[in-house]
């Protein structure tokens, strides 16, 4: 078969956005990532499209090798405004956290993860414009996951076996 994709128009670009913010909306983030990819193909910095795309792609995460974090991460440090760049980009350290979490991972191998998203919201509240609090909106739900499970359960024992080898 030889299909080939067909460009969208420049006129069209803030339309297929809200396109792809509302099939976000409606849990299909595989549509609004096909939207995205093609107002990217007319528009390659386009700012929402970027965005939208790194959003769509961290709905998709399900906790496994198969997530495409690196692409995600990728695609929000292609974002110009420093706020958005930092909020965003914790924000995928945080979803990817969440992901393995529900997946089952043990919570000592994500804390880390929390913790980088952590610092991203930090960096985001430090540049963010007024009344914008979504930085620290994110920064405690990270908090209140790390609070609800023991505080145990995030740091890894770490037995020491004594070999009997005095060197």
């Not at 976000?24 to 549509?31: G, T, W």
């Not at 969440?98 to 952590?118: C, N, S």
């Amino acid at each position: 078969m030889d299909y080939k994709l067909k460009s969208i128009s420049q006129a069209g670009i803030t339309e297929a956005n809200s396109k792809a913010e509302l099939y976000r909306l409606l849990n299909e983030p595989e549509e609004a990532e096909s939207i995205c990819h093609d107002v990217l193909a007319t528009d390659p910095e386009n700012q929402t499209a970027l965005r939208l795309l790194g959003l769509a792609i961290s709905d998709q995460f399900q906790g496994g090798a198969d997530d495409r974090y690196v692409e995600c991460e990728g695609i929000f440090t292609r974002l110009t405004d420093p706020y958005e760049r930092a909020y965003f980009t914790g924000l995928a350290h945080e979803r990817r956290a969440k992901a393995q979490l529900r997946a089952g991972r043990p919570p000592y191998t994500l804390l880390v993860l929390f913790e980088e998203a952590m610092k991203c919201f930090e960096e985001a509240e430090r540049v963010r414009p007024k009344s914008n609090d979504d930085a620290m909106l994110r920064w405690n739900r990270c908090v209140r996951i790390l609070q609800s499970r023991d505080e145990s359960e995030w740091y890894q024992k770490v037995e020491v076996l004594d070999s009997g080898d005095n060197y």
